[in-house]
């Protein structure tokens, strides 16, 4: 169990729980669906009061829970020993455990930071562990000068006076999606692309997969959150039979400001084919033991997290059996989806300004609002609770883009009947690193596409 007590050690240390239905109090680990007794690193008596302080991530530290923690838990042991255990894995589930406990030593690493007990983490090292890329800047004026064009053709041409952001801002209220109606729309949106999946995404997927439930989701409008919204994979109802029932609830921001278009992008992104069809299938191959431990307990500030967040912003593209957005057959759409992908470039520069360069929160407020067309509302979280936060700043930030430019090149790259199976884990779980070793020994002898 050197898996589950490494991730919900680091977990717990700041101040997760996995077993919280809500993603207000889920953190590091995304998921618990296996079946299996909490290791130690949950169960201790320490961890519940350290979780109940915040752990490391609370404004104050409780030292005192922490050392109390510590005493209790070797998370160093716990880390060493899944990397100890990967040397004799074969081949891609060697490598992917090799990542997730590098990702694990700096979390670790960057919790002492914080407790004033180690060295400070470098930024590039802890992007590149999560992503697998060093630091670098976004560049958003291709996508932003796309919008000016597409805002023109929709009859919002933007103004020398009041510029792209105001005519941005005139479009989304009146496409605004209204936060009291989010059950109601969100299920129509589910339906149809849970309907355009099953035709441009399961055919290409094992027959097995084609029963599994893509969407079993309850959307849950929640007031004052930090996060614009939060997917919780449950997974732990079983039927009569003792099957899963692939059960997830959305938490959705009730002061989150969205247009309608940007709501789709949304909805695919988190549920279907996102985030909840990806862990509904993982799940599903656990059961049938076709994935190991490591796939019921997902955890954010990883390499495979990197690749959940590019395939699911690559979702909506996958739906409509796409590879781009100008395939897209709305013009609204395309909007939303480019002003999507900018609030994860955003998400990047963010990152990089905070990070990467020191500055401060209103400077880059004003950049994500003005260069990524961000609503106020994001800029300041983003730049704040997020941005600011001394582990998602310098790990999950950055993941998003990176992971959004990997997948979208892959399905450049390869046919779907190649690439949507391995993406979705039909040959294990894969992560930003090791869904290249697995698509090289698939297709060596079958050419990638030519270039579009």
């Keep these: 169990m050197y898996v589950a007590d490494a ?14 239905p809500s993603g207000a109090g889920r953190f590091i680990a995304d998921s618990w669906f296996s079946g299996e007794p909490l ?39 716990a880390i060493d020993g899944m990397r100890d255990e990967a040397s004799r894995c074969g081949e891609p589930r060697r490598t992917y ?16 930071e914080v407790l004033g007990k180690g060295d400070p983490v470098a930024y ?19 996508k932003r000068e796309r919008i000016m064009e597409l805002l023109g053709r929709a009859g919002y041409r933007p103004s020398q006076t009041d510029g792209i952001l105001a005519a941005v801002d005139a479009w989304r209220r009146a496409r605004a999606t209204p936060m009291a109606s989010v059950p109601a729309l969100g299920a129509a949106e589910i339906a149809r692309l849970d309907a355009l999946s099953a035709i441009h995404l399961v055919p290409y997927l094992p027959r097995e997969l084609h029963r599994v439930p893509r969407a079993n989701i309850e959307f849950v409008p929640i007031k004052d959150a930090w996060f614009s919204g939060s997917m919780n994979y449950i997974g732990r109802a079983r039927t009569d039979t003792g099957a899963p029932r692939y059960e997830a609830t959305y938490e959705i ?26 862990f509904a299938y993982l799940q599903d191959l656990y059961y049938r033991g076709k994935a190991g431990f490591e796939a019921t307990v997902l955890t954010m500030n990883t390499r495979a997290a990197t690749l959940f967040e590019g395939l699911a912003n690559n979702a909506v593209l996958i739906a409509h059996g796409v590879t781009e957005i100008e395939e897209l057959p709305d013009e609204d759409l395309r909007i939303g989806v480019l002003l999507a992908l900018l609030q994860d470039d955003a998400k ?28 106020e509302e994001r800029a300041q979280k983003l730049s704040g609770s997020w941005g600011r936060h001394p582990l998602l700043g310098r790990m999950y930030l950055p993941a998003y883009r990176a992971g959004t430019e990997k997948v979208a090149q892959l399905r450049r790259d390869y046919p779907a009947e190649s690439v949507l199976p391995v993406l979705y884990g039909s040959s294990g779980l894969v992560d930003i690193h090791t869904v290249d070793l697995i698509l090289t020994v698939q297709t060596s002898q079958q050419p990638p596409k030519a270039p579009r």
């Design 7 to 20: 991730i919900l050690g680091i977990d717990t240390l700041w101040g997760g729980d996995v077993m919280s």
């Design 39 to 77: 290791p130690a690193a949950y169960t201790r008596a320490a961890a519940a009061r350290l979780r109940k302080s915040g752990g490391v991530s609370a404004m104050t530290p409780d030292r005192e829970a922490v050392e109390a923690y510590l005493r209790e838990v070797n998370i160093s042991y």
């Design 97 to 112: 455990l090799v990542g997730l406990a590098r990702c694990l030593d700096v979390m670790w690493d960057l919790a002492l």
């Design 124 to 142: 590039a090292r802890a992007v590149e562990a999560s992503t697998g890329k060093p630091p670098e800047p976004s560049r958003p004026e291709a």
């Design 253 to 278: 921001n009730a002061s989150l400001e969205i247009s309608y278009p940007e709501f789709e992008q949304l909805v695919s992104h988190e549920v279907v084919p996102g985030h909840v069809t990806t």
């Design 348 to 375: 990047n520069q963010c990152s990089y300004m905070t990070w990467g360069e020191g500055r401060e929160q209103r400077e880059i407020a004003v950049t994500l609002r003005r260069d990524f067309l961000v609503s």
